[in-house]
């Protein structure tokens, strides 16, 4: 480990690993730091991700595709299900991954591409001169140091504390914050081409529960529940024993992790004086349906090249780093964020009853489109009677 860098990459998921590889490649000096003794573990992600967003930033690979997926199945509090046929809608769904492998096979990536990748060491604070971020104090094998870089990228996921030490609101309402729970299970009955979404607030309360396969008998069974649902016997855990006692009595888990899925707005500003906010810890979580992968990597890719010219421009201050802010809000990942917050937003409010009522309308089709637009569209236009109540739903759409 070195003492200065061009760039410093704090956090070594997919945001951070994108950001690293795309920097060195473009020449620069960058460093990134793991505050995990394992890139990689523990996971804490349902895994999921469209095939054609992956296929933007790297080609698929056997060797950490878990499960190749051929539709999405929405079941309804009163069991009506909604399929999503990928031959059918005529677009392609998705891949659930292996993240174990996944991660490290991006920051092997970077470090290919000439990134030192520094694991077991920990950001402590970011080191401030006039204001600026110069670089970050670190706990490296529980030795204190410092690394100095013209540009720091924060990557450090959900909790986002680098931002927040560098002066950046990161808070999350409560309510925005969801509170999830997840067993990868074997030896349990289900389809493997399908992701199983469960509604309804005896289910999963302002949020679903999720099935996603992870082969022939095994998948990732997971909840997320709204922070201001969970409480002593009804937290996201309670809520997912129920459902697993119930579905899959002879399951057995062997891996379980718990956390905090930001589902907000992003934040207001994503760029400062030699500070950039990527992934996770910008809050670019998809807000409906909790996926963050493939955004995750798009703003660190983007983040990166923004910031490899201001480094070779020798201005790495707010104002030249802004268009990577500016940027990823104009395009269709941002627009979709936006679009997908108001839709979250109305979902909160529907009691089963509702949920039952729209499903029911819709369980009948084959969508010509496998999108949320296709399905919002389908919904307003075969529910006339709730045009006042789907005017917010008409409204995300404009």
């Known amino acids: 480990m070195k003492s200065k860098y061009d760039m410093l990459v704090v956090g070594g998921g997919p945001a951070g690993a994108l950001a690293a590889k795309t920097a060195a490649e473009a020449g620069n000096t960058v460093c990134l730091i793991e505050k995990r003794p394992a890139i990689g573990t523990p996971i804490r992600c349902a895994e999921g991700i469209g095939k054609e967003l992956l296929k933007e930033f790297i080609k698929p690979d056997p060797r950490w595709v878990s499960a190749e997926i051929e539709r999405a199945r929405i079941i309804a509090p009163n069991g009506t299900t909604v399929r999503l046929e990928q031959d059918k809608a005529g677009n392609e769904v998705g891949y659930v991954l292996d993240r174990k492998v996944f991660d490290r096979e991006l920051v092997w990536q970077a470090a290919e591409a000439g990134a030192d990748v520094i694991v077991k060491t920990r950001a402590t604070a970011p080191i401030m ?28 996921g959900t909790e986002a504390q680098f931002a927040r030490w560098a002066g950046l609101d990161t808070t999350v309402p409560l309510r925005e914050m969801m509170s999830c729970a997840q067993y990868l299970m074997t030896d349990i009955d289900i389809d493997s081409g399908s992701t199983d979404f469960y509604l309804g607030n005896d289910v999963a309360p302002e949020g679903y529960l999720w099935v996603f396969p992870k082969g022939e008998r095994t998948a990732n069974v997971g909840i997320g529940i709204s922070g201001r649902k969970s409480r002593d016997g009804s937290r996201a855990k309670d809520y997912l024993d129920r459902f697993v006692a119930k579905n899959f009595p002879g399951g057995k888990a062997i891996e379980c992790i718990a956390g905090g899925v930001p589902v907000c707005r992003p934040l207001p500003c994503t760029a400062a004086d030699g500070l950039m906010v990527i992934g996770d810890a910008a809050r670019v979580v998809d807000p409906l349906t909790g996926g963050g992968i493939g ?8 983040a990166a090249r923004v910031a490899s010219e201001c480094i070779s421009k020798g201005d790495c201050s707010k104002e030249a780093l802004m268009p990577y802010d500016v940027e990823w809000r104009a395009s269709r990942m941002g627009k979709f964020l936006e679009r997908n917050y108001k ?21 009948s089709i084959s969508l010509k489109e496998f999108s949320v637009s296709a399905l919002i569209k389908e919904l307003i236009k075969r529910n006339p009677m709730m045009l006042f109540e789907l005017k917010a739903l008409k409204d995300a759409l404009d």
Do not use: C, H, Q
Request: net charge negative; no cysteine.
């Open 343 to 363: 839709v979250k937003e109305y979902f909160v409010t529907l009691d089963d009853k509702k949920l039952n009522a729209l499903a029911d309308s819709i369980a």
């Open 129 to 156: 001169e006039n204001g600026a971020v110069r670089g970050a104090k670190v706990l490296s094998v529980g030795t204190p140091a410092e690394i100095r870089a013209d540009v720091v990228l924060a990557a450090d």
């Open 295 to 302: 955004n995750a990597m798009f703003t660190g890719r983007l």
